[in-house]
């Protein structure tokens, strides 16, 4: 089956009536409810802009304090050039950490995040001109110019087709570095190098994948008609919002560098790692990213590698083509097909192979201590080493494809004290509480598309949400158990995060944070994990007019409704059912639409 379909004339057709009536009622004022932004005087005054409500929060350039004080006029709104701020990939902050950093393994593109007390202490605002965004699926294609500001990638990519000026839009016609002519083709030309031309991506198994340097996330958004969702990752590097461009157009991504450390997933949860032209050097320091790659992949997984080494003759590609097929036949990969600009290699479960090129020292085992899956892989370093299937575990188990994998239990949880039962519970729980949640926020299922879950635990939340037009990021924090395998595991994507520090997204990203008792776990964890901290970020990462559901303690609830005005949220609370059928206070907020005058 192709993909024909997503560049058919009939389907462009749609997308563009789409287009045009969004468009229009923008500006006539009749889908998006209130257009216009209240504004905030740039100099203290109790006058605003006409039609505009007083405002009390002020600019003023605002740092954390040991304790952070919030003014009775509410938290100071950062001045405009802050408007792109991500406290823990800040430009201006990583100069300073250079000396120390190892350049040469790309370490500067990770996260480095600065102490409390020199991270922005105020409301990040949004750009000049800045639209609510348009609804999926119309921003698959386009987005708002003017709240992505930013015309190199069109100028250096326009002509591999990744984005294009179109008088107030960004235009994403599906291209990129290896697809130019279109993802659909290339995803086509994957399935049929897999499945020898006998079916494609989603008859071969592939559930998830990592797609690794993403550009604007076009290969995400042509997996999704195969039901295949997609983690995409990319640093903060020269390719500038490439992340922002793809979580405007309402696809899936983090930025993310595979460096020196860990990247944030579980082990063995990707049927497929891709790679086209990510600008990664694979075949450097022994192989090192290689074996995070291994061990990432899923036993049976692929990993797809479109960059010039795999077909280039000239300069030092044939060395570096060499070195890779090495280190990938020292792990006991099989290459499966090269075919056009494309390799493609699986990962097979071979024990003697990866045992006797241990013995000849062409690879490291993993001791124990690098075995541990119960803790989140989070600030860890890479482990230069190769991993043995665990005792008890069947590396030849095929999971079941979507949306049969929603439903399943994963027996790591029961470690976790979550059994068979208590899984069951979480996930009608959820069911319920999604269909109050909707009843309660009043809104068409067409405004939201970004969704976090900021505690997920199994991912109940984000089953729940499996009807909706929605992508959802799955957040286990960092000082919780690994549930997030079991999560994987369901078909759903997600990412291991600790909230005393921010999260590696842009501003306005989202439409919908959840957060069910996440506050109660971050309480008297010290510096950055207070509650006015969390919700600053939270407020940084949500779309205007967004909503943030919070469940949790009845004084933490208490403290956030006096606090949320403060915020420029409105809040509503309202009593729903707990798990344990008694009933508790939610807060539903909704984030302002302001701007700066």
């Known amino acids: 089956?192709?993909?024909?379909?997503?560049?058919?004339?009939?389907?462009?057709?749609?997308?563009?009536?789409?287009?045009?009536?969004?468009?229009?009622s923008f500006y006539t004022g009749t889908l998006f409810g209130n257009k216009s932004p209240i504004y905030v005087p740039q100099l203290p005054s109790n006058l605003t802009s006409a039609g505009s409500s007083p405002f009390a929060n002020k600019v003023a350039l605002t740092y954390r304090d040991t304790e952070p004080l919030i003014p009775d006029t509410g938290i100071n709104v950062c001045p405009l050039r802050f408007n792109e701020y991500i406290p823990c990939h800040d430009i201006s902050y990583r100069k300073t950490l250079l000396p120390s950093l190892d350049t040469s393994r790309r370490e500067e593109l990770e996260r480095?995040?600065?102490?409390?007390?020199?991270?922005?202490?105020?409301?990040?605002?949004?750009?000049?001109?800045?639209?609510?965004?348009?609804?999926?699926?119309?921003?698959?294609?386009?987005?708002?110019?003017?709240?992505?500001?930013?015309?190199?990638?069109?100028?250096?990519?326009?002509?591999?087709?990744?984005?294009?000026?179109?008088?107030?839009?960004?235009?994403?016609?599906?291209?990129?570095?290896?697809?130019?002519?279109?993802?659909?083709?290339?995803?086509q030309r994957l399935g049929n190098m897999i499945t020898d031309e006998k079916g494609d991506l989603r008859s071969a198994g592939i559930v998830q994948v990592l797609d690794v340097g993403c550009g604007v996330a076009s290969f995400s958004a042509y997996l999704l008609p195969l039901n295949i969702q997609t983690m995409s990752f990319a640093p903060k590097d020269g390719h500038e919002n490439q992340i922002q461009f793809a979580l405007e157009r309402g696809i899936g991504a983090m930025i993310s560098a595979l460096a020196t450390k860990q990247l944030p997933y579980p082990s063995a949860s990707f049927e497929m790692v891709h790679c086209s032209r990510c600008r990664v050097d694979f075949h450097e320091n022994d192989g090192?990213?290689?074996?995070?790659?291994?061990?990432?992949?899923?036993?049976?997984?692929?990993?797809?590698?479109?960059?010039?080494?795999?077909?280039?003759?000239?300069?030092?590609?044939?060395?570096?083509?060499?070195?890779?097929?090495?280190?990938?036949?020292?792990?006991?990969?099989?290459?499966?097909?090269?075919?056009?600009?494309?390799?493609?290699?699986?990962?097979?479960?071979?024990?003697?192979?990866?045992?006797?090129?241990?013995?000849?020292?062409?690879?490291?085992?993993?001791?124990?201590?690098?075995?541990?899956?119960?803790?989140?892989?989070?600030?860890?370093?890479?482990?230069?080493?190769?991993r043995l299937s665990t005792t008890g575990s069947d590396p030849h188990k095929l999971l079941l494809p979507r949306p049969e994998r929603l439903s399943l239990y994963s027996e790591s949880l029961?470690?976790?004290?979550?059994?068979?039962?208590?899984?069951?519970?979480?996930?009608?729980?959820?069911?319920?509480?999604?269909?109050?949640?909707w009843r309660l926020m009043k809104v068409n299922v067409t405004e939201i598309r970004n969704v976090m879950d900021m505690n997920a635990f199994c991912g109940g939340f984000s089953v729940a949400l499996n009807v909706f037009p929605v992508w959802v990021m799955n957040v286990v924090p960092a000082t919780m158990d690994n549930t997030?395998?079991?999560?994987?595991?369901?078909?759903?994507?997600?990412?291991?995060?600790?909230?005393?520090?921010?999260?590696?997204?842009?501003?306005?990203?989202?439409?919908?944070?959840?957060?069910?008792?996440?506050?109660?776990?971050?309480?008297?964890?010290?510096?950055?994990?207070?509650?006015?901290?969390?919700?600053?970020?939270?407020?940084?990462?949500?779309?205007?007019?967004?909503?943030?559901?919070?469940?949790?303690?009845?004084?933490?609830?208490?403290?956030?409704?006096?606090?949320?005005?403060?915020?420029?949220?409105?809040?509503?609370?309202?009593?729903?059912?707990?798990?344990?059928?008694?009933?508790?206070?939610?807060?539903?907020?909704?984030?302002?639409?302001?701007?700066?005058?």
């Open 288 to 386: 090192i990213l290689l074996k995070e790659v291994n061990r990432l992949l899923r036993y049976n997984g692929y990993f797809v590698y479109s960059s010039p080494p795999a077909y280039r003759k000239d300069k030092n590609y044939p060395l570096i083509w060499e070195k890779l097929v090495n280190i990938t036949s020292s792990m006991c990969w099989n290459l499966i097909a090269k075919r056009v600009q494309t390799a493609i290699w699986i990962k097979q479960e071979n024990q003697s192979c990866l045992l006797q090129n241990a013995d000849q020292n062409f690879i490291k085992i993993c001791d124990d201590h690098d075995l541990n899956d119960s803790k989140p892989s989070w600030r860890t370093p890479l482990r230069n080493c190769i």
């Open 414 to 437: 029961s470690h976790m004290g979550v059994d068979q039962e208590k899984f069951s519970a979480d996930t009608v729980f959820w069911q319920d509480q999604v269909h109050e949640y």
């Open 112 to 187: 480095h995040c600065p102490p409390p007390e020199k991270r922005l202490f105020c409301l990040v605002p949004p750009p000049e001109d800045y639209k609510l965004p348009l609804r999926w699926p119309v921003s698959r294609d386009y987005v708002w110019r003017s709240n992505v500001n930013h015309t190199r990638l069109a100028e250096v990519k326009g002509g591999q087709n990744w984005v294009h000026e179109k008088n107030q839009l960004w235009w994403f016609p599906g291209g990129g570095t290896h697809f130019k002519h279109g993802a659909p083709e290339y995803i």
């Open 484 to 597: 997030l395998s079991a999560i994987y595991n369901r078909g759903l994507i997600g990412a291991f995060h600790d909230w005393c520090e921010p999260f590696s997204t842009y501003p306005r990203t989202y439409d919908f944070l959840h957060a069910n008792y996440l506050f109660s776990h971050y309480k008297n964890r010290g510096e950055g994990c207070l509650l006015e901290d969390i919700m600053l970020e939270m407020d940084r990462i949500v779309r205007p007019q967004g909503f943030i559901i919070i469940r949790d303690e009845e004084s933490i609830i208490s403290r956030i409704q006096d606090l949320s005005p403060k915020f420029l949220w409105e809040v509503n609370s309202h009593s729903l059912q707990n798990k344990e059928k008694k009933m508790e206070i939610v807060l539903i907020c909704r984030k302002k639409f302001w701007a700066i005058a």
């Open 1 to 24: 089956m192709g993909l024909s379909y997503a560049f058919d004339s009939k389907s462009g057709q749609m997308i563009m009536l789409a287009l045009l009536l969004m468009v229009g």
